[in-house]
T-cell receptor, first 110, second 114 residues
């Protein structure tokens, strides 16, 4: 199956800083989503982005499918951005599942 | 339009008991996925179902675990004779037309086996 690698595994920021999270994947994909798991365990959809660039407020994401990576940008970080960010590409062969990376643990300090 | 609903949110079972986890997909969604998250880990795929059919169960343990998605009612993930290693968060997701469309997750069921 597809392999997913996220970096960095941990990130500590001061409020107001910007950051870039990276997701590399090993195979062609028909789907890719970014999720935020908040400290209460809820999984929140951030982006559905199999290719191209999207922006939503302080967050934006870019997927370059031909080079097998995706980036999540967080600008002007806030303490509420803390949590784990997961990248989940959809297996290009079966299309029947999202495969999650191990996540980036983000801590934003006031 | 309610999101994906899972219940119960928390479930405590003694070793050897059965656990039943329920998932109601978003309105209009007929594709359901179950994932398991062990502490400090990412989510691992378990099973993919459409109404009345299991499409992919390659992530399901071979014994004690089963899943169904009947024509009427929620999807059920059933764990028989639970053991301590089954303690985890179980998440359900639904999508409109399979995993090439956006998936939405429920809040999860946190199972604790004592």
């Amino acid at each position: 199956g597809i392999q997913v690698e996220q970096s960095p595994p941990d990130l500590i920021l001061q409020e107001g800083a910007n950051s870039t999270l990276r997701c590399n994947f090993s195979d062609s994909v028909n789907n890719l989503q970014w999720f935020h798991q908040n400290p209460w365990g809820q999984l929140i959809n951030l982006f559905y982005i199999p290719s191209g660039t999207k922006q939503n407020g302080r967050l934006s994401a870019t997927t370059v499918a031909t080079e097998r990576y995706s980036l999540l940008y967080i600008s002007s970080s806030q303490t509420t951005d803390s949590g784990v960010y997961f990248c989940a590409p959809g297996d290009g062969t079966s299309g029947s599942r999202l495969t999650f990376g191990e996540g980036t643990q983000l801590t934003v300090n006031p | 339009n309610a999101g994906v609903m899972q219940n119960p949110r928390h479930l405590v079972r003694r070793r050897g008991q059965e656990a039943r986890l329920r998932c109601s997909p978003m309105k209009g969604h007929s594709h359901v996925y179950w994932y398991r998250q062990l502490p400090e880990e990412g989510l691992k795929f378990m099973v993919y179902l459409q109404k009345e059919n299991i499409i992919d169960e390659s992530g399901m343990p071979k014994e004690r675990f089963s899943a169904e998605f009947p024509k009427e009612g929620p999807s059920i993930l059933r764990i028989q004779q639970v053991v301590r290693g089954d303690s985890a968060a179980y998440f359900c997701a639904s999508s409109l037309r399979g995993m090439n469309t956006e998936a939405f997750f429920g809040q999860g069921t946190r199972l604790t086996v004592v």
